[in-house]
């Protein structure tokens, strides 16, 4: 069953997630309430527990077709530079261009409870940096420079007065 989406101001956002140390069903069915959620969100590829105010290190994500799950993950290397415009189903409507090591790796472990090694680029890589993000309790807010907060806050608030359901806006920070 698809859970609410917690939005930006939120204190469950901003806390740090607990490892999960027994993937049992519980895991499980959490793990399809997260792909529910996805799946009824309008733009999301990407969803961490806690966007749904559960504080467990699980991230969900599907692109191509191809549903995935990591428990527990960190990011192990890391290269390259890439910026591009991010969102989040938290903050939603707001995209804004953000810089990102280009190339990761990520180690964590599947359903089964074996250790799976990752290696992604470009969007993939960025997804993964931006879940792990969420399970640390760090938003995009928190990566911006103190004017491109101050932007960037301000045309979200922008969008959360125009309409009830948000629209795509592109952010260019200076």
Not at 14 to 41: E, H, N, P
Not at 46 to 55: D, M, S
Request: charge should be negative.
């Amino acid at each position: 069953m698809a859970s609410t989406i917690r939005t930006f101001g939120d204190p469950v956002l901003k806390a740090q997630a607990a490892a999960v140390s027994d993937i049992d069903g519980k895991i499980a069915r959490l793990v399809d309430d997260m792909f529910d959620t996805l799946y009824t969100s309008s733009s999301g590829i990407g969803l961490a527990a806690p966007q749904i105010g559960v504080q467990k290190q699980i991230f969900v994500w599907d692109m191509d077709d191809e549903p995935m799950v990591i428990i527990n993950p960190e990011i192990v290397e890391s290269n390259g530079e890439w910026v591009y415009d991010e969102g989040c189903l938290s903050i939603p409507g707001l995209y804004v261009e953000m810089l990102r090591p280009n190339h990761v790796l990520m180690r964590g472990l599947d359903l089964d409870g074996n250790t799976v090694e990752i290696e992604a680029s470009e969007l993939a890589g960025r997804l993964f940096q931006h879940e792990i993000d969420h399970l640390n309790g760090v938003l995009m807010f928190d990566r911006m420079t103190p004017e491109q907060r101050k932007e960037a806050m301000a045309e979200y608030r922008r969008i959360l007065e125009e309409s009830a359901t948000p629209q795509r806006r592109r952010l260019r920070l200076r």
